[in-house]
């Protein structure tokens, strides 16, 4: 199953509860696409948002983002990792 | 200590070799700034990489990677995570 990372902006000044209130929204939605949320990392400063995922497609992971109500078009397939 | 993510671009068709090779550039480098790099990924297909790192400030993550060769400006600071 692929991994993708996702880019959001728009999370200025987020709390760590509304992170995790959208986070719970993605993974409520994520079964009926075979999607599955992993870690998300956020910088309120800047708004910017990070999110690992697996699932059959960048499209697969958009449609979750979408009924979640945080849709990006910033998505990208991991095909390479190092640790 | 602050945790960061950084994104690159310019990784077009790196291969994993190339990735190991760069990401041991960095890790020869953390110690003289404090950083330590974690985990890396790429998509190759658009040049993206992703990185993470925990260090004392954005400016030794970006000495860190000046010294390595692959410089970013796109360091955030992250202060918010969910798994």
């Known amino acids: 199953m692929p991994t993708f990372m996702d880019v959001h902006s728009g999370f200025v000044g987020v709390t760590l509860d509304q992170l995790t209130e959208a986070h719970h929204r993605d993974r409520a939605a994520q079964a009926a696409e075979g999607v599955e949320f992993g ?45």
């Not at 870690?39 to 960048?58: E, I, M, Q």
């Not at 992971?61 to 979408?66: A, F, G, K, N, T």
């Open 39 to 83: 870690t998300a990392w956020v910088d309120p400063a800047t708004g910017r948002a990070f999110c690992l995922s697996t699932g059959p497609s960048k499209e697969a992971v958009l449609r979750v983002h979408e009924h979640a109500g945080h849709p990006t078009t910033e998505i990208y397939e991991i095909t390479l990792e190092v640790a």
